[in-house]
């Protein structure tokens, strides 16, 4: 059964860290591009990170950049996203996702999504 599952949300005060967890099964996910998306109460979805399989190349967006890390375990079959410095605007549900890569100096945001996990909430309040 192709599964991915996120975990590592919680509540934290303005300042703190978390890190989120996206665990593959069924499939081998070092053969796709992953993603991070959140989406807040009454906002659309936002892409927040991604990181290619072809080379391992990372992508933010401007909200988080310099304050969260993508990263990849292969032989643990898992994707993190460190998230330091945290602000209440951060406050969402985030889920991950795979993604298939489009052509070079596409957007990641354009790419074909795949597979989604079922969300972690992150809170950000003091």
């Known amino acids: 059964q192709v599964q991915l599952v996120e975990s590592g949300g919680g509540l934290v005060q303005p300042g703190g860290s978390l890190r989120l967890s996206c665990v593959a099964s069924g499939f081998t996910l070092a053969y796709y591009a992953v993603g991070w998306f959140r989406q807040a109460p009454g906002k659309e979805r936002e892409g927040v990170s991604c990181i290619n399989a072809s080379d391992g190349t990372k992508y933010y967006a401007d909200s988080v950049k310099g304050r969260f890390t993508i990263s990849r375990d292969n032989a643990k079959n898992t994707v993190y996203l460190q998230m330091n410095s945290l602000k209440p605007e951060d406050t969402a549900i985030y889920y991950c996702?795979?993604?298939?890569?489009?052509?070079?100096?596409?957007?990641?945001?354009?790419?074909?999504?795949?597979?989604w996990g079922q969300g972690t909430q992150v809170t950000v309040s003091s």
């Open positions: 996702a795979t993604l298939f890569e489009g052509p070079i100096g596409s957007s990641w945001h354009l790419w074909d999504l795949g597979s």
